[in-house]
């Protein structure tokens, strides 16, 4: 599925590495195989590909298996990249865009076009780098970026501005602006803030997702009961 964009990326390095047509087109169509990962991890393996085929070419290295190294890391590096960018790094992109628009500024598209693009254009390039320097050694590229703890905390993060949403969420009208001064729906935010962290603390110390919510909905029966809410 990313096999020709592959390919493609390969031919610069290809065409100055094997001068002969017929070596030429034989590389190429190693490259033409089946590959497909995690499109904003690909560069490290780019990079490696580059690296090992510069091997094979000099002779140094003519044994060089970069079919092998490929299948190896597209797989694995496809589950990494799709756990940290889709499931961590995008949600709360958006989460932190969406607490803004919330805020009335109207600048909040920016928020999520900064802070996503800057993490994945900016490991796009480094990792094109890293990828040539170890040769695709994984365990370089798990040094280097700590991915499954990132992922992580970025969704406690993303779980907290989740909190502060839904406190503003009563108060948000289609006017793009807060009917209320803001230290209304500030304190709201605050307090939905508090009660994320909260909920997450429970989880660590042992609780359950059942409990919680079992919890939470006795807490709102009662806080209904009494005209608070």
Not at 76 to 99: H, I, N, T
């Amino acid at each position: 599925m990313q096999t020709l964009g592959f390919a493609y990326a390969m031919l610069p390095a290809l065409r100055r590495l094997y001068p002969n047509g017929d070596e030429l087109t034989s590389r190429i169509n190693l490259h033409l195989e089946y590959f497909n990962t995690q499109p904003y991890l690909a560069s490290f393996i780019l990079g490696a590909a580059v690296r090992l085929e510069e091997g094979r070419a000099s002779g140094r290295n003519r044994d060089a298996d970069v079919r092998g190294m490929k299948a190896a890391l597209m797989a694995a590096l496809g589950a990494l990249g799709d756990s940290f960018f889709w499931g961590a790094l995008k949600p709360f992109a958006v989460a932190a865009a969406v607490a803004v628009f919330l805020a009335g500024l109207w600048w909040a598209p920016l928020v999520f076009l900064v802070i996503y693009n800057i993490w994945h254009v900016g490991l796009r390039v480094w990792l094109l780098f890293l990828g040539y320097e170890s040769g695709g050694d994984a365990v370089s590229l798990v040094a280097a970026f700590n991915f499954t703890k990132l992922a992580r905390n970025l969704k406690i993060m993303s779980l907290s501005l989740l909190g502060g949403i839904l406190g503003m969420l009563p108060l948000w009208r289609a006017e793009f602006r807060l009917p209320v001064p803001v230290a209304g729906p500030f304190a709201i935010a605050v307090g939905g803030l508090a009660a994320t962290l909260g909920m997450v603390l429970l989880l660590r110390a042992g609780g359950t997702p059942a409990k919680l919510m079992f919890g939470l909905a006795v807490v709102c029966v009662v806080l209904a009961f009494l005209g608070a809410v």
